[in-house]
């Protein structure tokens, strides 16, 4: 993939606020309706939410780190991404309003957790912080800084890649949350 560097963070800032605004109507239904699971094997949304929190706290502070090591190399104005990258962020993407199955890494699975409204309080607010870091991106060179994965912190992507994989991934379980109330 080969975009404008402005143009991917532009997009990407545009989902996050979707992201964001749709979790905000959650915080409408009860805690009832957040924690309903239609099966054992399934999560709940609030379930789905933490998920997204548990590699916000992972993603997040690896990315602010690359950045401000990494700031004063200047902007590209071209973004491609790697190979590994990009693997790893279309796996996440929704595609044709279907995602594709995957077993979570079991430090990253927050089934039969106890979980409140303030599950919801702290995605918004590493939303915040998400958004923060792509508008600080602006200005830095998203193909030469790179960041670790969750996987292993020895496999490092370019931070553009890190940016959509982690907002893909977002977007996947905010969808997976939306299709639980439906019948």
Known sequence: ????????IE??????ENSSNAVRKFKQLGIDQLNFKKSDAEWSILECIEHLNLYGDFYLPEIEKQILEN?????TVFFSSGLLGNYFANLMKVENGRIKKMKSPKDK??????????????FLKQQ?????LLLQAKNTDLIKTKTAISL???????????????????ERHIFQAQGILQP
């Open 1 to 8: 993939m080969k975009t404008e560097s402005i143009k991917l």
């Open 11 to 16: 997009e990407l800032l545009h989902m996050t």
């Open 71 to 75: 700031n004063n190399k200047g902007a």
């Open 109 to 122: 699975n927050p089934s039969n957790s106890k979980l409140t409204i303030t599950t919801i309080d702290r």
């Open 128 to 132: 915040e912080m998400l958004r923060s």
């Open 152 to 170: 292993s912190k020895l496999i490092r992507i370019r931070l553009g890649d890190t940016f959509r994989f982690l907002i893909y991934h977002i």
